[in-house]
């Protein structure tokens, strides 16, 4: 006999990478990492992959106010002095970068997160776009993308972004239940999201993304019944159902509520297979973990053509093999290495205005490390594998994954079922040999 649902929470409800890259930093062997070495590996990288294009990765840290929820790198001030200097010094660390490569690189997506991108007037985002662009080529299908923050995001942000070669935004919303954003501090009306919304669809974005998030504090059924009632008024294009992570020793902004305040574990449970069901009903399609698109969204096609790609900009469409992060706390992927940024925007800004990449630690690639990122990223963006492909260390793995039904063997090859896409996570973690460790303290946050 299968386990109950309740049997299932229990058993995997654990903490589990998000596995948007591998292995993930915590596993990241940092000692061995060379900067000098890495700047090698750049050029390298680039000669073999850099006509395949670059994904940019920005990270803008400002905002005006702190939202206890989030697990971000921001800074928190009303200053906007910052923005000139911060942008400037961006592209003095893009350009260290351009001067590495052989020719003109290829950029194929551009995103930027944050903090808030929307805290930058649009006049010095627009500075920031074309002296990314001054250098180098678009590639034939480019995206760009960013995260608007509803509250502030003004039609000049979306007016001149689109103009800048700009379609598709991502507004954060989490919920629309009044306690709920009262507790989080992100606050912001049903009637601001419609219309940042209509303006997007008025200027010609042809994606809208709404980040919707369940077990945030006083969070109950009734308020995530009615936040997707109100998403469904709107109907955007993509939607990221997130699980939050409460990690108040990582994020002390997350002491602002505790614990007995938020949904139990079988209550979060319950708030994510509503809302699951919730979206599916309203005609939405499940695109790897936590993510939903409507089914003529190109997340879809991606999916179905075996293209659908991840990496630490969630899912995209755009698989490849060069990921550049600008900016305080950006992670590069280069495929044969990782590196990260310092921090601080102190220290950030110290090192580009010394000329020197403002990175601070990083991991460099293995065979094996390769391959097993191969097989996450299978599992996370395909949902299946090829049974031939694994270890026999995975086998007992597989084969209880297959008895609690989280997994089904078809025609040679393993396949996530529908009680197996909400324990995607764990799916992953059979092929993560580091997994096992015995680690100091909680890590990762919980599966579900």
Not at 102 to 121: A, D, N, V, Y
Not at 149 to 175: A, M
Not at 258 to 275: A, C, H, I, T
Request: net charge negative; proline share 5%.
């Amino acid at each position: 006999m299968r386990p109950s649902e309740q049997q299932l929470l229990k058993k995997y409800d654990v903490p589990v990478p998000r596995y948007t890259s591998y292995p993930t930093v915590p596993d990241w062997q940092t000692d061995s990492f060379d900067l000098d070495n890495y700047l090698n590996l750049v050029k390298e990288s680039f000669i073999r992959h850099g006509q395949e294009g670059i994904s940019l990765y920005i990270h803008l840290p400002y905002c005006e106010s702190l939202c206890t929820y989030c697990g971000c790198n921001t800074r928190i001030t009303v200053n906007h002095a910052v923005e000139k200097p911060y942008i400037e010094a961006v592209l003095k660390e893009w350009y260290q970068y351009i001067s590495l490569f052989q020719e003109r690189p290829i950029i194929k997506e551009i995103h930027l997160g944050g903090g808030t991108p929307t805290f930058f007037s649009p006049e010095y985002l627009r500075l920031l776009i074309a002296g990314l662009l001054e250098y180098a080529d678009l590639y034939h299908n480019y995206e760009f993308s960013f995260e608007g923050h509803p509250g502030n995001t003004t039609y000049e942000h979306l007016k001149v972004l689109h103009e800048v070669g700009f379609s598709r935004v991502s507004f954060g919303i989490q919920d629309f239940d009044e306690k709920v954003q009262v507790a989080i501090n992100r606050r912001q009306s049903f009637e601001q999201v419609e219309q940042v919304t209509r303006w997007a669809r008025e200027i010609g974005y042809n994606s809208v993304n709404y980040d919707l998030i369940y077990g945030l504090p006083f969070q109950t059924l009734d308020s995530i019944h009615n936040t997707i009632d109100y998403v469904a008024e709107l109907m955007p294009d993509r939607i990221a159902y997130y699980s939050y992570a409460h990690v108040p020793w990582k994020r002390p902004g997350q002491r602002a509520y505790s614990e007995k305040d938020l949904p139990s574990q079988e209550e979060k449970r319950v708030l994510n297979q509503f809302g699951q069901e919730r979206l599916v009903q309203l005609g939405y399609q499940l695109v790897g973990m936590d993510h939903f698109a409507l089914p003529d969204d190109s997340l879809i096609e991606a999916m179905h053509n075996g293209e659908l790609h991840r990496n630490f900009m969630g899912y995209t469409t755009n698989p490849g093999k060069l990921l550049i992060g600008l900016g305080v706390s950006s992670i590069s992927d280069i495929h044969i290495a990782y590196a990260q940024n310092v921090k601080s925007v102190e220290g950030y800004m110290e090192k580009v205005n010394a000329g020197v990449l403002p990175v601070f630690k990083g991991h460099q690639m293995t065979e094996e490390d390769i391959q097993t990122k191969a097989q996450i990223l299978n599992v996370a963006c395909q949902k299946y594998f090829d049974l031939e492909s694994v270890s026999e260390t995975a086998l007992p793995a597989i084969e209880e994954l297959i008895a609690d039904g989280l997994l089904d063997i078809q025609g040679g090859y393993c396949v996530v079922t529908e009680t197996g896409n909400q324990y995607l996570r764990n799916v992953c973690s059979i092929f993560d040999p580091n997994f096992a460790k015995v680690r100091e303290g909680k890590v990762f946050s919980q599966a579900v």
